[in-house]
């Protein structure tokens, strides 16, 4: 069956900035995803939850206040936690160079900074979620 | 999705909200599942309060929800939302933005919130969401909130799986003529003007008077509301509980 690829989009601690998440949710929706978007300055534990009761597939983390280092490992060891290690996560947002690699070794799959296309990262997407019933 | 449906719902009944996530999708994506779930389920039926939530994009819906919840949870009742938002008819896509009005709730383990697109439905929610609403009944819910897709006036589809249809209207939406057509205004149980700080009296008296000229048994409540303000969601509360009695009222009557 070809359902409907989930995603939420996540905004975790102090970052007002969403006008990227916000384009990102569009773009995906017009790559046939449905989107989810948590609104601004979101905790580790309501952005786990959220992806619990909305079964997503993919979590998009958008961060540009210089907080990722924090926040991210927190909510991949959460979902973990949690029973959701299986979910794609993706970082978004300004991600120094020099922090990616740590940050891939700590669970996010992929990150697109400045510059992405939204198609590149809807291919990303589709190549790396295996829906359970397709 | 292969994961035994008995086994998704022993976890959900322990209070899982993974085994309940997963059910809910299963739901929504495979009919199969669907029915055999709803068999599963049939026997612990029909002690939750269904509560429809519909009209027009932009009339605070999910504001309303959000105010309506945070007077549930005084009372102790625990709630599973279900926001339903329109899938593209171009790309099958669709954002699912109703969530985010409810972002007090997020952390409350009593409340329990899922978004879905239309897929494809055109009566305002999914075909998946008659079977999502006995799936909340059947693990405990005590109110059950569906809020509908924006919509005008053909929408009607809520109306056959809740107990109680709560139309909500914003200043501005119209003439008498609007009244007149038929739809949704013939089958709401209680009208909600909300934003009502723009202005809503004259709205109220229209509705008032053209319902009472319809063939409408009774004219269902008409209550002002500012969602955002926190004003007359007490009032609209205290309806939605009288409705709720007449429901009951009504089915020891035989309807």
């Not at chain 2, 949870?73 to 954002?95: N, Q």
């Not at chain 2, 053909?154 to 609007?178: K, N, Y």
């Not at chain 2, 009472?212 to 007359?232: C, D, E, F, W």
Request: aromatic content about 4%; charged content about 25%.
């Amino acid at each position: 069956m070809n359902r409907p690829i989930r995603v939420l989009i996540a905004k975790p601690g102090l970052d007002g900035h969403d006008r990227g998440a916000l384009t990102l949710a569009m773009g995906l929706r017009d790559e046939g995803m449905e989107v989810i978007y948590t609104g601004v300055r979101q905790t580790v534990e309501n952005i786990v939850r959220t992806c619990s009761q909305e079964y997503v597939d993919v979590l998009g983390l958008s961060l540009l206040s210089g907080g990722h280092n924090y926040y991210f490992p927190k909510i991949i060891d959460l979902l973990k936690e949690k029973g959701l290690g299986h979910i794609l996560v993706l970082a978004g947002g300004i991600i120094p160079n020099e922090d990616r690699e740590s940050l891939k070794a700590k669970g996010v799959k992929e990150i697109f900074g400045p510059g992405s296309t939204i198609s590149d990262i809807a291919n990303y997407i589709r190549e790396n979620v295996r829906g359970e019933d397709s | 999705m292969k994961q035994d449906i008995d086994k998704l719902i022993a976890g959900a009944l322990s209070g899982e909200e993974n085994s309940l996530s997963c059910l809910l999708a299963m739901v929504e994506n495979d009919d199969t599942s669907a029915s055999r779930i709803l068999n599963a389920i049939s026997p612990s039926l029909g002690k939750a309060y269904r509560i429809g939530i519909t009209g027009s994009p932009g009339s605070g819906k999910s504001t309303l929800i959000d105010k309506l919840v945070g007077i549930m949870r005084g009372k102790g009742l625990t709630v599973g939302v279900i926001c339903v938002d329109p899938s593209s008819p171009v790309t099958g896509g669709a954002v699912l933005g109703d969530r985010i009005r409810m972002e007090q709730h997020y952390s409350d383990d009593g409340v329990f919130i899922r978004s879905m697109a239309s897929r494809g439905s055109y009566g305002g929610i999914s075909k998946a969401v008659g079977v999502s609403v006995a799936l909340f009944d059947a693990f405990g819910k005590d109110v059950i909130i569906v809020e509908t897709v924006g919509i005008g006036q053909e929408g009607i589809d809520i109306t056959r799986i809740v107990d109680t249809t709560l139309l909500v209207l914003a200043p501005g939406w119209g003439d008498s003529m609007q009244l007149m057509k038929a739809g949704i205004l013939e089958v709401a149980d209680i009208i909600a003007i909300n934003k009502a700080d723009l202005g809503a009296d004259e709205l109220a008296d229209s509705i008032r008077d053209i319902l009472t000229l319809s063939s409408r048994k009774s004219v269902p409540p008409v209550i002002q509301t500012q969602a955002l303000n926190n004003i007359g969601i007490e009032d609209l509360y205290h309806e939605l509980e009288n409705q709720r009695g007449k429901h009951h009222h009504n089915e020891k009557n035989g309807r």
